[in-house]
């Protein structure tokens, strides 16, 4: 059964740093992407990052991009989202997704499985 399970979200001032956890399991095999996704309150959800599991390569949304970096372990089995310089708006619940046909892009629709979430909240 697949499972992704998300951790590492908590309170931050802003200007902070937090580095969020997707736990991988039961996958068939190791050709998938993973990508972060967040949604603020009363808001659609919208894409951060994308990695491919395959070749690591990457995709970051202009929404906040050069504030994270999306990397995965060796194992290919854990994937990071690190969020710098957060600011309010920032705040949200925090998904990573799997899309089993690596399309890298971040249309939520394209990914097949997705983690329960994670509160980020950036607050003084």
């Known amino acids: 059964q697949v499972q992704l399970v998300e951790s590492g979200g908590g309170l931050v001032q802003p200007g902070g740093s937090l580095r969020l956890s997707c736990a991988a399991s039961?996958?068939?095999?190791?050709?998938?992407?993973v990508g972060w996704f967040r949604q603020a309150p009363g808001k659609e959800r919208e894409g951060v990052a994308c990695?491919?599991?395959?070749?690591?390569?990457?995709y970051y949304s202009e929404s906040m991009k050069g504030r994270v970096t999306i990397s995965k372990d060796n194992s290919g089995k854990t994937f990071y989202l690190q969020l710098n310089d957060l600011k309010s708006e920032d705040t949200g619940v925090y998904y990573c997704?799997?899309?089993?046909?690596?399309?890298?892009?971040?249309?939520?629709?394209?990914?097949?499985?997705w983690g329960q979430g994670t509160q980020v909240t950036v607050s003084s």
């Open positions: 997704a799997a899309d089993m046909l690596m399309t890298m892009d971040l249309v939520p629709k394209e990914y097949d499985y």
């Open positions: 039961g996958f068939p095999h190791d050709y998938y992407a």
């Open positions: 990695i491919s599991n395959e070749d690591s390569s990457t």
